[in-house]
């Protein structure tokens, strides 16, 4: 069972490599504008809170020097931790797309072939139970009316 949502799931991954790829570039783009514009907020916070240690001699200062030494590598590596967070949230976001997305879309293409008789279901933690309904709803009175006229006109 494992095994055939494995490969199901790599196949959802080669149809929907557009959504994937534009899911994630735009979790990658908030995530580097957010930790940047932080990253500067908090160096520039930073540089003002201490500018006045600048032209002191004092133990303050060499503290200072060191702390502006890591400072940017702690801004690095704590800019890759959320950047790998929001990748993996990403991946799992665009994801949860693309498995509801395929089913409507063979769906509407086999209703679209003739074949009425399908029902529209979505995984419980899809949340789109309200969609598969309305959908279903729709294709009963369609059902209904296409009866309607086929015996009006026999």
Same mark, same amino acid.
């Given at each position: 069972?494992?095994?055939?949502?494995?490969?199901?799931?790599?196949?959802?991954?080669?149809? *929907?490599?557009?959504?994937?790829?534009?899911?994630?570039?735009?979790?990658?783009?908030? *995530?580097?504008?957010?930790?940047?514009?932080?990253?500067?907020?908090?160096?520039?916070?930073?540089?003002?809170?201490?500018?006045?240690?600048?032209?002191? *001699?004092?133990?303050?200062?060499?503290?200072?020097?060191?702390? /502006?030494?890591?400072?940017?590598?702690?801004?690095?590596?704590?800019?890759?931790?959320?950047?790998?967070?929001?990748?993996?949230?990403?991946?799992?976001?665009?994801?949860?797309?693309?498995?509801?997305?395929?089913?409507?879309?063979? *769906?509407?293409?086999?209703?679209?072939?003739?074949?009425?008789?399908?029902?529209?279901?979505?995984?419980?933690?899809?949340?789109?139970?309200?969609?598969?309904?309305?959908?279903?709803?729709?294709?009963?009175?369609? /059902?209904?009316?296409?009866?309607?006229?086929?015996?009006?006109?026999?």
């Amino acid at each position: 069972m494992g095994n055939a949502a494995s490969k199901r799931s790599i196949r959802n991954l080669r149809l *929907t490599r557009e959504y994937h790829f534009r899911y994630l570039g735009l979790w990658i783009m908030v *995530t580097i504008a957010l930790i940047t514009s932080c990253n500067l907020i908090l160096y520039l916070w930073l540089q003002e809170r201490f500018s006045g240690l600048d032209s002191i *001699t004092s133990p303050g200062y060499s503290l200072l020097l060191e702390f /502006r030494h890591h400072l940017a590598g702690i801004l690095v590596i704590e800019t890759l931790i959320f950047a790998v967070g929001i990748v993996a949230l990403g991946k799992m976001t665009a994801h949860r797309i693309a498995g509801p997305y395929l089913r409507m879309k063979r *769906t509407f293409e086999a209703v679209r072939d003739g074949d009425e008789t399908l029902r529209l279901k979505f995984r419980d933690y899809d949340h789109l139970d309200e969609v598969a309904q309305s959908f279903n709803e729709m294709l009963d009175a369609v /059902r209904k009316r296409g009866a309607k006229a086929q015996t009006a006109g026999e």
